[in-house]
């Protein structure tokens, strides 16, 4: 049980003198809450493994300090940390039952015999495992077997936070969200400190109540799947969460109007202070552009195709040089492939490379 | 659905047939007629059925009494050097670096002993261990232990023992650096979260994970180390006396020596025979427990 800070933590694989455009981890100052659902999401080689396996000691930060509830652990060994951690694919001991898979680690800490029986029975029964404690834990299925690496983590009462290191790969897809439930269950029970990494967004977003957005070893957003969808704080976070993802387009912003391609797109806002010389472009969910016939005033778009995704249909369509999906309400069709785009102002965001600025009321 | 007849294949096959016969098969039978067999010289045979058999494995008898000591010997030989190759390999395999430019060092050197033929690895043995002009042998000798492997029986099993051990340990420690390898490194990382203490990761990962190729290893040792024939034959030549008589010597004496042919016969199938029973034995283990590591479907 235990509040997590990072204070000013980096890590380069090559030793602090590298350029920091090297690191494998940018410098990084946030707090994980005691009893929080955090899910890091990224790209594969954003650095979310580098974090996670800094935080449980496996690799040893080249700068910065990890706090548990205020004590400074930076130095310690993966042992000494209160840490449980689930790895991409299943680790258990082969000769070993599922019940004393479960007891290894109480048993290296010299717990008394009827204590470790007692909390291995606990967490079988937790975890479902009850019928298989006395099977050999190799003949088990994958899911399985991922259930007993988490149990080998949960079995000990002291474990501050539990670390999940991409842990559904192996996982069959209908047993994924079992065994997704099963951590969000576990997790409501347990008052446990859980971070979970993926690059998946489902995953993500249906396991956290905050997710933390990496992005080419930093972090580029945090904060509640809502969130990220409203109001992504990075390009990179509006293009890679939903789906598809948001449409970014070049333009050129002075106080409440965009300029696209010689059209002007009324904000909801004025953005007056933009930094000189950055790359403005203006950001929006395709879910808050529509396609309808083209009319005065509208911005005019190319068709090349409409997914049918079942519930909701979205148009693929070109602008310019800029691609731009948006929603193609029921009975919509063009004739000629040419459509207007209506945008929703209260849903456009400006970026100033790359990132979100807020505009004046 | 007809099958379409086509005899044409046989003359594909013939080729394998004429080779094996002619080199295994025809020797093998040729082995068989002399087992059966007794001669006095001149190319004269008399019939004398399984005469040889019931004596080989009758200890009263002189046949039957070098035999059975012999095979004791050689069993207790490989015995004692797999007690100590395997160990000592897997020790090895333990303590050899993972990464780095020491690893490639570390393979040649332990190759090298590998890549010395047996007569070679006698005659080194047999040099190094003399006690007037071989180093090891001087050098034991002046420091007080009256060492001499001609004279004395254990001196002589020592050299023997220790040879084996200095020319096949690399063997053992190459096969399980190779299981050590294939551990992932999250076994480790989990050991390491689980608060494992060295010998308890040894116990709970690497030992179950080098399985595999240990019983290779005890495999290949065994029946190397129960035919084996060059090393010791260079070195004591089977003595003093017959302490250091193998199997394998005991035949060549009775073959070449004693030109008895109907004895070597004889002796050479029900050798061959042990060492096909044993071979037999092992690969039905080794299936086994190579189809027992098969997860079960539906277990959760």
Same mark, same amino acid.
């Given at each position: ?14 030793? #602090? ?13 946030? /707090? ?16 979310? /493994?580098?974090?996670? #396996?800094?935080?449980?000691?496996? @690799? ?87 259930? @007993? ?49 993926? !690059? ?34 990075? /390009? ?10 948001? #449409? ?7 106080? &409440?109007?965009? !300029? ?42 190319? @068709? ?6 079942? &519930? @909701? ?19 919509? /069709? ?12 209260? !849903? ?14 | ?9 046989? +003359? ?9 016969? +002619? ?5 093998? %039978? ?24 019931? *004596? ?28 100590? *190759? ?9 303590? %050899? ?65 220790? %040879? ?62 129960? %035919?084996?024939?060059? *090393? ?59 189809? *027992? ?8």
């Amino acid at each position: 049980m235990a509040r997590i800070d990072l204070v000013d933590l980096a890590h380069s694989y090559g030793g #602090n003198d590298a350029p920091q455009d090297s690191f494998a981890l940018k410098p990084v100052t946030m /707090t994980w809450r005691q009893g929080g659902a955090y899910a890091l999401l990224g790209p594969s080689g954003c650095g979310k /493994t580098t974090l996670l #396996n800094v935080i449980s000691g496996i @690799i040893t930060p080249s700068r910065g300090k990890i706090l548990f509830d205020g004590q400074d652990i930076t130095p310690l060994s993966t042992q000494k940390r209160n840490i449980a951690q689930v790895f991409q694919f299943p680790v258990i001991y082969d000769t070993m039952t599922v019940g004393q898979n479960l007891a290894f680690p109480l048993k290296n800490r010299g717990v008394p015999k009827a204590e470790i029986d007692k909390r291995v029975a606990e967490i079988g029964r937790l975890l479902d495992l009850e019928p298989y404690l006395n099977r050999k834990a190799t003949r088990l299925t994958a899911d399985a077997k991922q259930k @007993i690496s988490l149990g080998r983590g949960l079995v000990r009462s002291d474990v501050a936070a539990v670390l999940f290191d991409e842990p559904l790969t192996v996982i069959d897809p209908e047993l994924k969200w079992q065994l997704r439930s099963k951590l969000k269950a576990l997790h409501r029970e347990l008052d446990l400190t859980m971070i979970y990494v993926t !690059h998946d967004q489902t995953e993500a977003l249906t396991f956290a109540d905050t997710v933390v957005v990496m992005h080419d070893g930093r972090v580029v957003q945090s904060g509640t799947p809502a969130e990220l969808f409203d109001k992504p704080a990075h /390009t990179f976070v509006g293009y890679f969460i939903g789906s598809p993802g948001m #449409n970014i387009i070049p333009a050129e912003v002075r106080g &409440r109007e965009a !300029h696209i391609d010689g059209h002007v797109i009324a904000l909801n806002r004025a953005y007056d202070k933009l930094p000189a010389g950055a790359k403005i472009e203006i950001g929006v969910r395709p879910e808050f552009v529509e396609v309808v016939a083209p009319g005065p005033g509208l911005l005019t778009a190319k @068709i090349e195709r409409i997914d049918d995704l079942g &519930r @909701i249909r979205f148009a693929r369509t070109r602008l310019g040089e800029a691609k731009l999906a948006a929603r193609a309400p029921a009975g919509f /069709t063009s004739s000629d492939g040419n459509a207007g785009l209506k945008l929703d102002p209260s !849903h456009i965001h400006v970026y100033a490379d790359s990132l979100l600025v807020e505009g004046a009321a | 659905m007809d099958k379409t007849v086509n005899q044409k294949a046989w +003359f594909l096959v013939l080729p394998v047939f004429l080779v094996v016969a +002619f080199s295994a098969v025809l020797p093998l %039978m040729t082995v068989v007629n002399y087992s059966m067999q007794d001669t006095f010289g001149n190319n004269q045979f008399f019939w004398n059925g399984v005469g040889w058999f019931k *004596e080989l494995l009758d200890p009263s008898t002189d046949l039957g009494g070098r035999f059975l000591a012999s095979l004791g010997r050689n069993l207790f030989f490989s015995l004692v050097i797999l007690a100590i *190759e395997v160990p000592l390999g897997i020790v090895i395999a333990l303590s %050899m670096p993972r990464q780095g430019w020491t690893v490639a060092a570390c393979l040649v050197i332990l190759a090298l002993p590998l890549l010395i033929p047996w007569n070679v690895v006698g005659t080194i043995w047999q040099i190094f261990g003399r006690p007037d002009i071989g180093l090891m042998g001087y050098v034991l000798n002046h420091i007080g232990l009256d060492y001499n492997y001609v004279s004395n029986d254990i001196d002589a099993w020592v050299t023997v023992i220790v %040879m084996d051990v200095w020319h096949w340990t690399s063997l053992v420690a190459l096969l399980c650096y190779a299981g050590l390898k294939s551990i992932p490194e999250a076994y480790y990382q989990a050991a390491q979260i689980d608060g494992a203490s060295r010998w308890a990761v040894f116990k709970a990962i690497q030992l179950p994970k080098m399985n595999r190729v240990l019983l290779i290893a005890v495999l290949l040792r065994f029946m190397d180390s129960f %035919m084996i024939y060059t *090393e010791p034959f260079v070195v004591t030549g089977g003595g003093p006396g017959n302490s250091t008589t193998f199997v394998s010597i005991e035949l060549v004496k009775i073959a070449l020596g004693q030109f008895d042919l109907g004895k070597a016969a004889a002796l050479s199938l029900v050798y061959n025979l042990i060492i096909l029973i044993v071979c037999w034995i092992f690969y039905t283990v080794m299936t086994n427990a190579g189809a *027992e590591r098969k997860p079960q479907e539906g277990a959760a």
